[in-house]
């Protein structure tokens, strides 16, 4: 039972002292004489005056909350006389003040809204007409008629003839039933009569839930017209008007139930599509959506247009502050659209980011002349400067403690995974600063360069990976060698400031000063003789040096062939001129000597699996970012060449830095 008030008040009310509310109130029925034979039992219980449970919790309903609080409810022993007292009297006769009302009936079949209606419109009545009878500075005239809505057409039902009415659109009064009859009421018995008239005129047939089922929706409405009266010196032509619906709405019903067939299956559709069509229009109203059209044209909701209006002002004000729900899901709208602002930001500035990438890529290749865009998997040499010659990478080492540079070949590629201090960036660094010979940006390394510009390294997991890749015997002996020679040129003394100047101009492309770096520690220097390392690890043992041709290579050997500080120096200048030249992935060549050992290690291996790990990590960054396919052809240039690994490495920074971003946003 819903009960709804509100309009221009009268008698000098103030509209805003009037309390509008929709009242809504439960009766349950007392079980019938099928139900007690069949010793049925009642699933509802009223625990409190608003609060009721529905105690059997089966496990379709398990899913339900089985609590429901209303602003009133009523057990089975409840009268109807209670039930108009507690709350309907008060919407009821708001109309006496000037306020539309209107009290509606919805439930399932063979609940009790006719028993309950019935009562309740008599009651009312009876109210209005007492208080009629009281009142004697206004001239008040009720006005009764009475429609029924079968099938979706509207009938009189005091019309001798079964015409259908028409709906009419008054830019005044809303919807009206046009040539409704309106009966002015006289006194109490003539009350009684139209009432029975009512009922006998209603559709009502037999369902298996209810001998005596309304077939139609039933609205008699009650038009107080208040005027002035004779001696109250007010202009009589202002003639105030309020009206209250009574109306006892078809019950919904599941086929099923009602075992109803043929026309009884048809009114049954009929009611059901007309009562989800009246809850989808509240609930619309509530969400301030517009009502759609099609729906207005449903004839409940048409005729109950001026509640429906009324409904939704109560929907919005009610009590002047919305509902907790209603502030939740406006707060969540709210962070729903900054969030998709944020994504939308973020989108424009990843699509930024990966446009500058591709440019730069794009210029680096140009610019160097030399992008290893072959299947080869190798270097075709060239005019590549600086770092990269010939497949070859070439660096300076130095030792923390003599900052002796020795200069070190390297004939394997480039590891894929370069810690600290060990990656070079010539061709970034010559596009981003064309001006400047070394790859030092305002002093950091291209490492610092890179977390600064993109971020912390994503693939320090598998750097792991790739270590322990690397700390087989023949890296560990390799970089042994290259140890040793450090070590024994230090023990030598071969420091030269010519060297060290030699060291700066030439080789820096390569390794970094250890002590030079912002992030040098001791722990950083014993690093750099790990295996792990890839300057160690990527020399394949191959040193420009006095390294002895016996394999494996002893200490001794090293020993006897150390090198002075004039040779190192010679080494410098000879690799420089070497620009060009085509050297075996896996020979070892002695500048000095001239001669050669053979070293086999495979890091293409190596390199393989941690592309594979690499590849595998980019595609899944490109389906969790929704990365564009236009960005995803940049990878097809990606062949697998260990010289690769940079734009890998950039690419990987980049997605990781984008899928933290916005993992942080959908957070
Ligand atoms: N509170 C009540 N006390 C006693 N009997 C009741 C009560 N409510 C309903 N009944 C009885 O239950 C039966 C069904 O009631 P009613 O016809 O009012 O249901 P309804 O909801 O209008 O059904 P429908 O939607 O099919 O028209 C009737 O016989 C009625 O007398």
New binding site residues.
């Given amino acids: 039972m819903k009960s709804i008030s509100r309009d221009e008040p009268w008698d000098g009310q103030d509209a805003g002292e009037q309390e509008e509310k929709i009242f809504v109130t439960v009766?349950v029925?007392?079980l019938?004489a099928k139900e007690i034979a069949k010793n049925d039992t009642s699933d509802w219980e009223c625990v409190s005056n608003n609060t009721i449970i529905y105690k059997n919790a089966l496990t379709e309903r398990s899913m339900y909350p089985n609590a429901y609080t209303f602003d009133r409810v009523y057990g089975?022993d409840s009268t109807t006389r209670q039930v108009y007292e507690e709350g309907i009297k008060r919407v009821g006769l708001s109309a006496i003040n000037g306020f539309n009302s209107s009290i509606f009936a919805y439930?399932q079949?063979?609940?009790?809204?006719?028993?309950?209606m019935s009562g309740v419109t008599q009651y009312a009545i009876s109210d209005i007409f007492d208080h009629i009878n009281k009142q004697d500075d206004r001239e008040l005239v009720l006005k009764f008629s009475a429609i029924e809505i079968y099938n979706e057409c509207v009938r009189d039902l005091f019309s001798a003839d079964a015409t259908l009415l028409r709906l009419l659109d008054d830019p005044e009064k809303g919807t009206v039933v046009d040539k409704l009859t309106e009966i002015h009421l006289e006194d109490w018995t003539h009350v009684m009569e139209l009432l029975a008239v009512c009922e006998a005129q209603r559709k009502i047939g037999e369902?298996s839930?209810?001998e005596?089922?309304?077939r139609s929706h039933q609205i008699i409405r009650l038009t107080i017209e208040s005027s002035p009266g004779e001696f109250s010196g007010i202009d009589s032509a202002s003639i105030l008007t309020a009206t209250v619906n009574f109306i006892d709405l078809?019950?919904s019903e599941r086929a099923s139930q009602t075992l109803s067939a043929g026309k009884r299956l048809k009114e049954g559709g009929h009611i059901n599509r007309s009562l989800l069509t009246l809850g989808t229009v509240i609930r619309k109203l509530r969400t301030s959506a517009q009502v759609n059209v099609v729906m207005s044209e449903k004839t409940l909701v048409k005729q109950l247009q001026r509640e429906m209006a009324r409904l939704e002002y109560e929907l919005k004000n009610m009590s002047g502050t919305p509902n907790d729900s209603e502030a939740v899901i406006k707060e969540k709208e709210l962070q729903i659209q900054k969030m998709e602002q944020e994504i939308k930001d973020l989108t424009q500035e990843r699509d930024l980011a990966r446009s500058r990438l591709d440019e730069i890529l794009r210029a680096a290749g140009v610019d160097q002349n030399s992008l290893p865009w072959s299947d080869s998997g190798s270097w075709d040499g060239g005019s590549a400067s600086g770092h990269f010659r010939n497949g070859s990478w070439e660096g300076h080492s130095t030792s923390d403690t003599s900052d002796v540079a020795v200069k070190v070949k390297v004939n394997a590629p480039l590891p894929p995974i370069a810690p600290v201090n060990t990656y070079s960036f010539p061709k970034y660094h010559k596009l981003l600063n064309p001006n400047e010979d070394h790859y030092v940006f305002d002093n950091i390394t291209p490492h610092e360069f890179m977390n600064q510009y993109f971020g912390p390294d994503p693939t320090q997991e598998w750097d792991k990976t790739s270590q322990k890749a690397r700390t087989r015997t023949d890296s560990v002996d390799s970089c042994k060698v290259v140890e040793e020679c450090i070590e024994r040129d230090e023990a030598n003394n071969v420091v030269d400031t010519h060297d060290q100047n030699l060291n700066q101009n030439e080789g820096d492309f390569g390794i970094s000063h250890v002590n030079q770096s912002p992030h040098s520690s001791p722990e950083d220097v014993s690093n750099t003789k790990t295996p792990s390392l890839t300057r160690s690890t990527s020399c394949s043992g191959i040193i420009e040096g006095d390294v002895s041709s016996s394999s494996p290579v002893s200490e001794k050997n090293v020993v006897a062939e150390s090198k002075s500080e004039s040779d190192i120096k010679k080494l410098c200048q000879q690799d420089s001129q070497r620009s060009t030249a085509s050297v075996d992935e896996k020979e070892i060549q002695h500048t000095d000597g001239g001669d050669e050992v053979k070293e086999g290690f495979d890091y293409k291996k190596e390199w393989c699996l941690v592309f594979e790990e690499q590849r595998r990590k980019i595609v899944e960054f490109w389906n969790e970012c929704s990365i564009p396919l236009l960005h995803r052809t940049f990878f097809l240039l990606i062949k697998g060449d260990p010289s690769d690994s940079v734009y890998i490495e950039v690419d990987l920074r980049c997605l990781s830095f984008l899928k933290k971003t916005l993992d942080d946003v959908a957070r």
Avoid: H, I
Avoid at 109 to 116: I, Q, R
């Fill in positions: 009766r029925r007392p019938n089975c439930g079949t063979s609940s009790g809204k006719t028993y309950t369902t839930l209810n005596m089922s309304s078809a019950g």
